[in-house]
Nanobody
Framework: QVQLVESGGGLVQAGGSLRLSCAASGRTFSYGTMGWFRQIPGKEREFVATITWRAGSTDYADSVKGRFTASRDNAKNTVYLQMNSLKPEDTAVYYC????????????????WGQGTQVTVSS
């Protein structure tokens, strides 16, 4: 079992920044990659970014590339998502998740999820 707790969401004006945190506990060593997804009501969860615990390798959705940066602190078992130049279309509930197997871009490949944190970007 892995427990994930996100924090750091909030309301920000367009062009602003937020940093999300995801604190992991439990059998985190079993999961080499963490993912960030986001979801708006009525739509499926959308891939945002991934990061590996060991090397810190990252991958991003085209929609956030150059604006968002994923990072991790292995000593704290925490992954982060630094979000800069935020746009109203970034408004969503953001989730972190532990990757199980398969396509990193597909939410079904992840089997542990945090509770989500709301990010609202005003225009």
């Amino acid at each position: 079992q892995v427990q994930l707790v996100e924090s750091g969401g909030g309301l920000v004006q367009a062009g602003g920044s937020l940093r999300l945190s995801c604190a992991a506990s439990g059998r985190t060593f079993s999961y080499g990659t963490m993912g960030w997804f986001r979801q708006i009501p009525g739509k499926e969860r959308e891939f945002v970014a991934t990061i590996t615990w060991r090397a810190g390798s990252t991958d991003y959705a085209d929609s956030v590339k150059g604006r968002f940066t994923a990072s991790r602190d292995n000593a704290k078992n925490t992954v982060y998502l630094q979000m800069n130049s935020l746009k109203p279309e970034d408004t969503a509930v953001y989730y972190c998740a532990a990757h199980r197997s398969g396509n990193y871009y597909y939410s079904g490949s992840y089997n542990f999820w945090g509770q989500g944190t709301q990010v609202t970007v005003s225009s």
